[in-house]
Structure formats: structure tokens, C-alpha cells
């Protein structure tokens, strides 16, 4: 890399200092607005993917727009630069505190644009403004005699890790929104003050009129190798967020271990240190085969080690490729161009996971697409002295790599039982192995390498998941990917999303497929109160928040009018179609379904419109939080009647919700909780465990649930030291089952 001659300037530790806690403070800042921001839209927009999906196109046309305009600020003379980004500055500190404009969209508003309005007006000036740090404080490094500026890069994104943990560990469980402002507010002012350190180091000069010398400008190809190189990690982040919340282990706040390696892999792979980025590039394709071996794994009995094993292997891959970007960096004198380039490559890789994969694919095959780009794209060299040799760019090699090619092709598929070969576990096994040791030997060459680690990946499942696809038994929304499996030879069918089950229905006869199951059995919880209604209400009215496979339909009794809420279009049609599931079908074909986020459709509905209503949106490891706040349990109690009935189900394996609910309960409502545990008899009928708590502003109703419940217990709903959840202060942190 050229080495500019810049006119000398005093420098020292306490330059390098100053930059680098700017840099680091700037980023800190970016990771906390980001989560700030959306905790405070979610009571306003709720959680539907247009929203989110919107609201990650902002921030990275921000981000992108913060790199413009530090790569065009580069134009002008050093100490111009200074003045004019320190005036910004300022100027966008007018719209502090940060908060959402009072605003809310009208009925007929096209999300995918107001969303976009609403965050930009709101809080674009200071993502803009403080997303440009990075690179701009870089070039003004190297101009005032620092050094070599990309090891900056390091401490932006050690900054932007710990600013992600610090959010859901430490700003979201103490401070309510209002107080996360005024703290964001004075970080603002602390990172002025840095500012300001950092502009008294920049020269008055122009570099054009103190270099020797004038640095050749990067090349399109260079320009597109960064770009593709920057979007290789950042979708194959994405997409093993994904796959592991969806085949894995469905963890709350699980998303923030990718996204922070991810992070850290920049952090080693721009270290001035260069031991570790070398160490991890000599690992990377013995990391991508690890990975290969696990991408179509659909369970594993030790899911929190195959876990940790490809998030290991995530930081290795992302390291090296960032290491190559490291490695191809220009002068400093096109530092933004530089950082440019990868900000496009970056929110490429984003989109492609976050908005065209959902789109086009039925499963995550974003993930091993993306594993085998990163294979083609490694630079490593075989560490067999015998292998390295075979690839010397000779006949030889060009020949032995079409045969070898054919042969890892035709390996990972001769083993295939859906193609009618029989399954045998042990030659299955051997082949496997063999594609394997294709692709170690293949290291090196570049071509025949990917193509061994896609083999790979097909041999271990993949084929068998291709065939799912082609015999539509799996679905895919901007939710995640559903699957419809059967199970006892074909007597019961499930709908399973990620690792959790959403519905299961018996097969064989009207009768079976009537009964309830799973959460929703006779003697569960809600499975009782639906038994009692015709003791309390003469024609309940009842609203269902989570439609699923559509269980509680067959629950219903005559004169009965039922409605149900549900976010994910997707869900409505597997429901609604009679070759999956026969639950609406059979027991509810006229009750209406509204798709939306719940709580926003309830407000749009008049008071005391259901005499029932039954909470099921918490089952998973993503649970929508602001429908378990102060103000959306006042809103439940103005949507029932004045003896009405709120059932909420709060079985999760990682969180317990009842301190939640109980705090809410607290404020005027009778409230009982019933923890059901099936019979063996009951468990042949899919009878499934769970936890509901039932909730009323009338002690009669409940007492009306409890008298018709006979022998089956309900217990009185403890009381919680847990404070109560509104939409200015929630976190799961407190609840999660350690």
C-alpha cells in the first residue's frame, strides 16, 4: 500500500488516543440508537414485517448515505472538512432527545413509504451524521501524520459490539425510553467534545497540495471485489441468525451472538496485530467444511454445542474474508471510497437475506449459497504439501479437478433415498467422508473446492430438504419457514415453526380431526374455559390472537361467533387449506380472520366487542412484547364486556411470563393460572402440556371457569416483585428461564 507524505504534524499516543475513543464512542452510539429506536415504534407500528423490513432499509440507506457524504466531504480542503462536519454536527443535535415525530399512520397508508418518512424525519440527521465517523475520522488520521488508519476500523467495531450488548443487558432492563434518550443525548455531547479533540489534529493544508505524489485511483474490479467481498459475511450472518433460531435452538436474544462476532471478525481482521486474522484465515476452510456438515441439520441431541460450533465457525469465515478486504485496502488517500464500497457490499448481503431470500426461497437456502460463495472466494493455501502440489495450474490440475468435481457430485447423491436408492447408514456414511476428503484436498483450488463444500452440504441432507421443497410440505414468510410434517405413520400431522409446534391435527376420521390437541386439549386451561361459556355468556362473542393450524376452532360450541387475529398471511392459508389442515374447515368455515399485529387491529375496533378473548402469541423465542404491557392489557379490558374472559398462554421453555401477566393482573383483574400435564391416554390423542392463565374483571366469571371445571385445579395467580411491563420499559432479561 503507498504511503502518503503529509505535512508533519506532532503526533503520539494521545493522537491514536483521541481517534480511536472518538471512533469507538461514535459507533458505541450507532448499536444503541438502532434497537432505541425500534423498542420505541413497536406500541405505534406493531411487529409486521413491512414495518421492520422498512425500517432496516432506513438504516441502511443512512448508513450508506453517512459513507457519501464522508467520501464527498473528502474533497474539500482538511481544516474545511473539519468546520463543515463540526457545523452539521451541531445542527443535528437540535433534534435531541431522540424521539419518534407524533405521528401515526392513517388507514390507508402504503407502510413500506411511511415508515421510511417516520424514522428519516425522526431520527436521520443523527444516524447520518454519526454513521460517517467511522471513515471520516480515519482519512483525518492519516492526515494529520497518525499513520496507517484502517486498524481504527478495529476500534469502531469493538464499539459497535459492545453497544449491542449493552442495550438488552444493561440500558433496556434499568431505563425506561424516556431515560435512554437523555443518556443517548449525552453520549451525543460526550462524542462532541471528542470531536472537537480530534478536528485540532487536522491540517490546514489540502492533501493535494502536501503529498509527493498522487495514489492511483481503485479500479471498478477493485471497487466490485470489495463489494463482493463485504456482502459474503454480512448475508452469511443473516443467514445463520436464521438458521439457527429456526433448525437449531430457538433462544431468546440469540440474534445478538452473530450479529456481535460478526463485528468482532472486523475487529480482528483490521488489528494492527496481524497474528490472529492470519490464524484465522490459515482455519477458514476447515471452519466452512464444519459448517458445511451442519447446514441442513434439522435437530441435533446437542443443539447448544452445534451451536456454539457454527457460531465459531461464523467469526473464522467472517474474519478471513474481512482479512482479505484488510489485505486489498488502497492508500489512505481513498480510504472512503474504500469504506464506500464495503457499505454497499454490506447492505447488499443484508437485503438479499432480509427481503429477496424470503421472497424467493421456501427454506433458508440463502445459508448455503452464501457458505459456498465464502468457499470460492477464500484465499488459503493447501497445508498438505502432497495436495498443494497437485494444484500447480497445469493439464494435470485442470484435468484432476473435472474428475474430482464429477466424483463429489456423484457421491453426495448415490447415497439419496428419495431418489429410490436404498438407505444404508454405513455406505451413507463412507461417502460422505470420501466427498469430504475431496474437499480438504481440494483446498487451494479455488473452483473445486466450493463445489466440494456444496457437495458436502448436499450429501448431508441437502438433497432430502430439495425434495421437501418439491413436494410443498415447507413454507416460507418474512416470519420464518414453516413446515407441515406427519408423525405416528401418518396419524396426526403438525405445523411446526423453527422448533416450535404451532398446531397438530389427528388423522383418520371428521371425529379425530375435530378433537383439540397439543396446547388447546379438553382439560388445558383454555380447553376449560371454552367448556364453561355457555354458563356465563348466552352468545359468546370470542377473538383468538394467534390463528396457528387453527386447534381452538374445533373448540367452539353453537350460536357462538368467533374471530380470529393473526400477523402472518402465510399462517391463514396453511390454516384455510383443506390438504394440510381441516380445523377451520370442519369447525369454524365463516369466522372472519384478521391479518395484522393484533393490538393495532384491536384499537381500530369498537369497545366491549368480545365477550372472550384468548392470548396465543408466546410460544416461541421471540415473544412480542407489546402485547403484554400496562397499556395493552387496558386495551384488552376496553375490548371485552364488563364480565368478560381474557385467556393468555404463556408456555415457553425459555421464558416465564407469569410475573408479566401477574404484575398486569394486579391492576383490577381476577386472575387464576392453570399448569395442565396430560395423561398417558391423553398424550395418544397429541394432548400436549401447557400454561394459562385466566383473567377477568368479574370474580364471578372466574368463578363460573372454576365451578364448571370440576376436579381439574386452578391455582390462584401468585403476586410478582417483577414491575410491570408499558410500552416506555419492558425487558426480557428478568424473566428468562436460566
Known amino acids: 500500500m503507498a504511503t502518503l507524505a503529509l505535512e508533519p504534524v506532532a503526533t503520539g499516543g494521545f493522537t491514536r488516543a483521541r481517534f480511536t475513543a472518538c471512533v469507538f464512542a461514535g459507533s458505541f452510539l450507532l448499536f444503541l440508537v438502532q434497537p432505541m429506536v425500534a423498542r420505541m415504534a413497536l406500541p405505534r407500528l406493531g411487529g409486521a414485517p413491512a414495518v421492520w423490513n422498512s425500517a432496516m432499509l432506513v438504516y441502511q440507506a443512512l448508513l450508506l448515505a453517512g459513507y457519501a457524504y464522508a467520501h464527498l466531504l473528502g474533497r474539500l480542503a482538511p481544516r474545511r472538512q473539519a468546520i463543515v462536519h463540526l457545523g452539521l454536527f451541531a445542527l443535528a443535535a437540535i433534534t435531541l432527545p431522540i424521539a419518534l415525530i407524533s405521528a401515526t399512520p392513517p388507514p390507508q397508508a402504503n407502510i413500506f413509504l411511511w415508515v421510511p418518512w417516520l424514522l428519516v424525519v425522526s431520527i436521520g440527521p443523527l444516524f447520518l451524521i454519526v454513521s460517517s465517523q467511522a471513515p471520516l475520522l480515519q482519512r483525518w488520521y492519516a492526515l494529520a501524520g497518525g499513520g496507517d488508519p484502517y486498524p481504527l476500523y478495529a476500534a ?32 451525543y455531547g460526550v462524542l462532541a467534545l471528542l470531536l472537537v479533540a480530534c478536528t485540532l489534529r487536522v491540517p490546514k493544508l489540502a492533501a493535494v497540495e502536501v503529498r509527493e505524489s498522487l495514489a492511483a485511483a481503485p479500479r ?85 454445542v452445534v451451536m456454539f460450533a457454527i457460531l465459531a465457525s461464523m467469526l473464522i469465515i467472517s474474519a ?59 484465499v488459503a493455501a493447501n497445508p498438505f504439501a502432497r495436495a498443494r502440489a497437485l494444484w500447480d495450474g497445469g493439464e494435470r490440475a485442470a484435468r484432476l479437478t473435472r474428475w474430482l468435481a464429477i466424483a463429489a457430485l456423484f457421491l453426495s447423491f448415490v447415497d439419496n433415498s428419495t431418489i429410490g436408492v436404498p438407505d444404508n447408514h454405513l455406505a451413507g456414511f463412507l461417502f460422505s467422508v470420501a466427498v469430504i476428503g475431496i474437499a480438504i484436498a481440494a483446498i487451494g483450488n479455488r473452483w473445486l473446492f466450493a463445489l466440494s463444500v456444496a457437495a458436502v452440504m448436499l450429501s448431508l441432507g441437502g438433497w432430502e430438504k430439495i425434495a421437501l421443497n418439491i413436494d410443498h410440505r415447507m413454507t416460507r414468510s418474512f416470519f420464518g419457514i414453516y413446515s407441515v410434517r406427519e408423525i405416528d405413520n401418518g396419524s396426526a400431522r403438525l405445523l411446526v415453526h423453527g422448533t416450535t409446534i404451532h398446531g397438530i391435527e389427528n388423522l383418520g376420521s371428521p371425529g379425530r380431526e375435530r378433537m383439540t390437541t397439543s396446547y388447546y386439549a379438553p382439560r388445558s386451561g383454555v380447553g376449560l374455559a371454552m367448556r364453561s361459556l355457555p354458563a356465563i355468556f348466552a352468545h359468546a362473542r370470542v377473538g383468538v390472537v394467534g390463528l396457528g393450524a387453527g386447534t381452538l376452532a374445533c373448540a367452539g360450541q353453537s350460536g357462538q361467533s368467533w374471530r380470529f387475529y393473526e400477523i402472518d398471511p402465510k399462517v391463514v392459508e396453511m390454516a384455510r387449506d383443506t390438504r394440510r389442515f381441516r380445523f377451520l374447515a370442519r369447525c369454524q368455515p365463516n369466522a372472519p380472520v384478521v391479518v395484522g399485529d393484533a393490538r393495532l387491529m384491536l ?11 384468548v392470548l396465543d402469541a408466546f410460544s416461541s423465542d421471540s415473544v412480542p412484547m ?55 391416554a391423553e398424550k395418544e390423542q397429541h394432548a400436549g402440556g401447557s400454561i394459562w ?46
Open 603 to 613: 384499537e381500530k375496533e369498537p369497545a366491549a366487542s368480545a365477550d372472550v378473548l
Open 156 to 187: 469502531s467495531n469493538l464499539g459497535s459490539f459492545l453497544g449491542l450488548l449493552a442495550y438488552p443487558l444493561l440500558v433496556e432492563p434499568f431505563l425506561p425510553v424516556a431515560a435512554q434518550s437523555h443518556l443517548w443525548s449525552l453520549g
Open 320 to 378: 478471513a474474508i474481512h482479512a482479505m478486504l484488510f489485505d486489498g485496502r488502497p492508500d489512505p488517500e481513498h480510504l472512503t471510497i474504500f469504506y464506500l464500497s464495503t457499505s454497499v457490499g454490506g447492505m447488499i448481503g443484508g437485503l438479499f437475506c432480509a427481503l429477496v431470500a424470503p421472497l424467493t426461497f421456501d427454506w433458508t437456502y440463502e445459508y448455503p449459497l452464501l457458505v459456498a460463495a465464502s468457499a470460492f472466494v477464500m
Open 220 to 304: 471498478p474490479a477493485q471497487i466490485g471485489r470489495w463489494i463482493a467481498l463485504a456482502a459474503i459475511p454480512s448475508g452469511l450472518m443473516l443467514s445463520t441468525t436464521l438458521h439457527l433460531t429456526t433448525d437449531i435452538v430457538a433462544m431468546p436474544l440469540l440474534w445478538v451472538m452473530p450479529l456481535g462476532l460478526y463485528l468482532l471478525s472486523f475487529s480482528v481482521a483490521f488489528a494492527a496485530d496481524r497474528r490472529a486474522a492470519r490464524m484465522m484465515t490459515r482455519m477458514a476452510p476447515f471452519a466452512l467444511l464444519a459448517t458445511a456438515c451442519s447446514v441442513f441439520a434439522d435437530s441435533t441431541p446437542y443443539p447448544l
Open 693 to 738: 392463565i385466566m383473567m377477568s374483571p368479574s370474580a364471578s366469571t372466574v368463578a363460573a371457569v372454576e365451578r364448571s371445571s370440576g376436579a381439574d385445579r386452578w391455582d390462584v395467580l401468585p403476586r410478582a416483585p417483577l414491575a410491570r411491563w408499558t410500552d416506555d420499559h419492558a425487558s426480557i432479561l428478568s424473566i428468562i428461564k436460566w
Open 626 to 680: 407489546h402485547l403484554l404491557t400496562r397499556e395493552a392489557f387496558s386495551l384488552y379490558r376496553s375490548h371485552l364486556s364488563t364480565n368478560g374472559l381474557l385467556m393468555v398462554h404463556i408456555s415457553n421453555r425459555y421464558l416465564d411470563l407469569r410475573p408479566v401477566v401477574a404484575a398486569a393482573a394486579a391492576q383490577g383483574w381476577v386472575a387464576r393460572v392453570r399448569t395442565y400435564g396430560p395423561t398417558d
